[in-house]
């Protein structure tokens, strides 16, 4: 292996598991990976384009890597992910510099787009879309765990087209892979040493919903509760308008399934909602949310909220606030509205100002930063099951795990633990991660 690759990845879970395919196609090209781009013959960028600000992220770095191409005229530039779909050709009209363009669909082509490039130096873009029994055989499959936890995909596209988002031009329409594949999928990860599964789906628990004789989404996860090995299951993102009954259930059925979920909310305003295509109410959601607190009383739940839809008045957005404080989301991931190339909502007046919308945002941020301080700092003194991952990201030689939150747990402890469920107590919370002691390593008592 001689040539060498450099890849950065941006935006959702999808891209990651695209990015993971992308690293072995280009394996098995006899490429091997990189961290310098400077040190590369192929760059290439895995795109993300749902709100404007992640689409321009993407010309900066693509410009930042022009000099490397001025010194260095065999290097090869390429773009996928959704930038690449929803630009095509376009972008190597707009960038000279750049050799090739990959949409959402085309990930498997990328090996021979870089030959055709090398032999030939010729410019090219795939973007087409595939029919549905093309894109089932192209599933990303690992059977091979290298670590505790992986991410599984279940289902791929959306139908939704909520009036604000990008997403369902940019990834096509929604497939569901069969359970029986997946099933199987998780069992051999289960066998390489994977304790934890996350199945994901841009809209994940509607899973299933349009393939005949298809398992539910809760009974798929009934099904992989029974895989031996898998300690903890988790999946994201739930589209509440799908949160059935039976899946809310789930959470005071299945042990393994763990206490969290990421409900986006987007707005507390019926009116809001429906012009956003959301699907439900202010009150459906509310509902849905007192159920799940039923069911699972120890639930944490975190959401993603637009600011500033086209239209939204003060009124609305008090809402949104009364919705935040109501919930008590231990973490939310808000946005300031970006109009978006090809939907709806961008074709709607927005006459709200720059400066109103950033009130509105930071009033949001101040109540939510209280809520996930107070939520955060209670578990301080609690002992916990954690998930044990590997070494702390903070290069200090510690461990980290997760809670069943979620919570990233930083904390001392021996590497033989990596893989098991071992109790810590909660010492102190960060801004985004706590700070552990084990408590009695091995053993799985219940939280107290
Ligand atoms: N499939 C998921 C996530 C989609 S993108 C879902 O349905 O929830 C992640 C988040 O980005 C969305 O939940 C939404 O809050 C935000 N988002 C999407 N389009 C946006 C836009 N045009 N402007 C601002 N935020 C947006
Ligand atoms: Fe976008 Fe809505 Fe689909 Fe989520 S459900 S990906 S917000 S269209
Ligand atoms: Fe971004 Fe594409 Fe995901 S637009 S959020 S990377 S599906």
């Known amino acids: 292996m001689n040539k060498k690759f450099y890849l950065e990845t941006f935006g959702c879970q999808m891209n990651v598991v695209d990015s993971e395919r992308i690293v072995d ?109 093309t894109r089932l055989q192209l599933f990303p499959v690992r059977t091979e765990g290298d670590s505790v936890t992986r991410f599984v995909t279940v289902m791929q596209g959306c139908d939704n087209f909520c009036s604000y988002c ?100 987007q707005s507390g305003s019926s009116r809001i909602l429906q012009l956003m295509n959301r699907g439900y109410d202010r009150e459906g959601y509310l509902d849905k949310v007192r159920r799940l607190k039923t069911v699972c009383p120890d639930i944490r739940l975190t959401s993603d909220i637009i600011v500033g839809f086209p239209g939204e008045t003060g009124e609305d957005f008090e809402e949104t606030l009364s919705l935040a404080a109501e919930v008590r989301y231990a973490d939310i991931f808000s946005f300031l509205y970006s109009p978006r190339p090809g939907t709806a909502a961008a074709a709607l007046s927005d006459d709200l100002g720059a400066k109103e919308k950033q009130e509105r945002f930071d009033r949001l941020l101040a109540l939510q930063e209280k809520n996930s301080r107070e939520i955060w700092e209670g578990d301080c003194g609690k002992i916990l099951p954690v998930l044990v991952e590997g070494e702390s990201r903070q290069g200090d030689g510690q461990l980290f795990g997760r809670t069943t939150w979620n919570r990233i747990v930083n904390f001392a402890g021996d590497w033989s633990l990596v893989g098991k469920v071992i109790n810590v107590r909660i010492v102190a919370s960060r801004k985004n991660s706590q700070l552990g002691e084990i408590e009695e390593s091995g053993s799985r008592n219940q939280e107290s």
């Open 25 to 133: 196609l280009l394996r098995q090209i006899g490429y091997g990976e990189v961290a310098d781009a400077a040190e590369a013959d192929l760059i290439l960028l895995n795109t993300c384009s749902v709100r404007d600000k992640a689409e321009r992220k993407v010309y900066g770095h693509l410009g930042s890597f022009k000099p490397l191409k001025d010194e260095n005229p065999a290097l090869i530039l390429g773009v996928g992910g959704c930038v690449a779909q929803q630009e095509g050709e376009r972008l190597l009209r707009k960038l000279p510099y750049l050799d090739l363009v990959f949409g959402t669909h085309n990930v498997h082509k990328l090996p021979e787009m870089v030959r055709s490039v090398e032999e030939n130096r010729v410019r090219c873009h795939e973007t087409e879309f595939l029919d549905r029994e």
């Open 166 to 265: 990008v997403v369902p031009h940019v990834r096509g329409r929604e497939v569901s892979r069969p359970s029986a594949e997946i099933l199987d999928e998780i069992r051999h990860l289960a066998d390489s040493g994977v304790r934890e599964v996350t199945l994901i789906g841009q809209n994940v628990n509607s899973y299933g919903g349009k393939e005949a004789g298809e398992l539910s989404f809760a009974e798929l996860l009934a099904r992989v509760h029974e895989i031996e090995g898998i300690e903890r299951i988790r999946f994201t993102t739930s589209h509440p308008k799908d949160l059935s009954d039976e899946l809310i259930d789930c959470f005071g059925i299945l042990d393994k399934l763990c206490t969290h979920i990421h409900l986006p909310v």
